[in-house]
């Protein structure tokens, strides 16, 4: 199942994609994505049973698309999670950690799969196409074999960086939290319809240019390494969210470094999963 939000006539409304087309959920009883989360497999059930019979409410291609949940509590992100990427680094001069290396996106860059970029103050600003992934029940001191199980489903992430604000401070955060540098979606793809996270192919193109290819089984610390180590010091909760790392290719890793600039068109593309696509653009 693919669930999906959008505006219609200056409202938000959710939905699910059936063919070329979105089903309208309302009516429901779930007001947001975030409850459809919490409330788990009743609420796919119901929902299920609602697509058998319902037709879509509008074309996908006529849709205006957003951030597929809601800002979520938490957005975290895994650094240098693919062994070239993490050669990349070397060079850079970011030193190796003997851990994961974790940062946070602040909730307040996310945007649609299709909306714009604005590179705000920065000069460096870089692409990093990932997989994410949305929480679906608490998991607090979770076993890698039980990871699984606490997962709702999945989605197309771009961590837009901003490589000089990335190195102002040892955490990354401001350099990857700038307002609009969070673009996910198109859609979440629900868990039951991925059979295997880790051999997903994942790709950045930037004006047509393939810039990033690899597959998922290249993580350094794969996805079920991740939620057990994060949950071993704290919490996460239903609706957070989680980028699983991007391979080489990036635009600070290129020789010489290669930025985005205004108009560039930004495509990120996952199989089985999606593609968003978002221009950078310097609001008038």
Known sequence: MKLVRYTQGGSIHLGAVKGDGIVALDGLGYPTIQSIVEAG?????????????AEPALSLADAKLIAPIEKPGKYLAIGM????????????????????????????????????????VTEKLDYEVELGLVIGKPAKKVSEADAKNHIFGYFVANDVSARDWQFHSS??????????????????????????????DLRCYVNGELRQSNNTGGMIANIWKQISYLSTAFTLETGDLIATGTPEGVG?????????????VVRCEIDGIGTIENKVVIPA
């Open 41 to 53: 497999q009743a609420a796919l059930d119901r929902i299920a049973a609602h697509l058998a019979s």
């Open 81 to 120: 999670n693919y062994g070239k990427h993490l050669e990349e680094a070397d060079r850079l001069g970011v030193a190796r950690s003997k851990h994961q290396v974790w940062f946070n996106k602040q909730t307040t860059c996310l945007s649609g799969p299709y909306d714009d970029i604005d590179p705000g």
């Open 171 to 200: 955490t990354f955060t401001m350099g990857k939290s700038f307002d609009t540098h969070g673009p996910i979606g198109p859609w979440i793809v629900t868990a039951d319809e991925v059979a295997d996270p880790h051999a997903l």
């Open 252 to 264: 600070v890793g290129m020789e010489p470094p290669v930025f985005l600039q205004p108009g560039d």
